[in-house]
């Protein structure tokens, strides 16, 4: 079960760049999936290190989950702080195009319930190390199993993204040429 895990620990950033591969016309899809990418290689990298921290690693998960939604909710204000640096017409169009989808949301509830379950451990995980329990049930039973249905759906979430980005486009076009 360990080597599911660890798959679905890697699943994301896979599943990133086979979005981008779908969407890369599509000019806020691919500011969403690169920045995206972004948050996910960086969380890989420290990986390593927080995994070692037993007790507060889930506390920093808490950490990057809500690192996670900063993509969703602040692209569009550093896509326009980007163009005002390079006068860049992309970004220009990326601040001009992006609204939020349904599947952004649904990532922002992802995280937001990835949190919740991190929390629950580590609140866990500190009663038992300062014994106020004398054993972590969820940590051992449930935590594992709800992260990896969590990057399941996360996965599933992105690639509906990049699957409906050009839908997206064309409506926002659509809406363009009718004003």
């Not at 000019?27 to 690169?34: E, G, H, K, S």
């Not at 601040?95 to 629950?120: D, H, K, P, W």
């Amino acid at each position: 079960m360990n080597e599911l895990y660890s798959i679905f620990e890697f699943a994301p950033i896979s599943v990133i760049l086979f979005g981008l591969l779908l969407s890369w016309h599509v000019p806020t899809a691919r500011w969403f999936l690169i920045s995206y990418a972004v948050v996910e290689i960086i969380d890989l990298m420290i990986l390593p290190i927080s995994i070692q921290w037993n007790t507060h690693y889930y506390a920093f998960d808490i950490f990057m989950a809500l690192v996670f939604i900063l993509p969703i909710v602040y692209r569009r204000e550093v896509a326009l702080f980007l163009h005002s640096k390079t006068g860049n017409g992309y970004f220009r169009i990326v601040y001009e195009r992006q609204s939020l989808s349904a599947q952004e949301c649904g990532i922002i509830l992802i995280m937001v319930l990835t949190c919740i379950v991190n929390f629950v451990t580590w609140i866990e995980v500190l009663s038992y190390k300062y014994d106020f329990i004398v054993n972590a049930p969820f940590k051992l039973y449930f935590r594992d199993n709800i992260i990896l249905l969590l990057h399941i759906i996360m996965c599933g979430a992105i690639l509906t993204y990049a699957l409906k980005a050009q839908e997206r486009e064309q409506e926002f076009l659509q809406n363009e040429t009718t004003e």
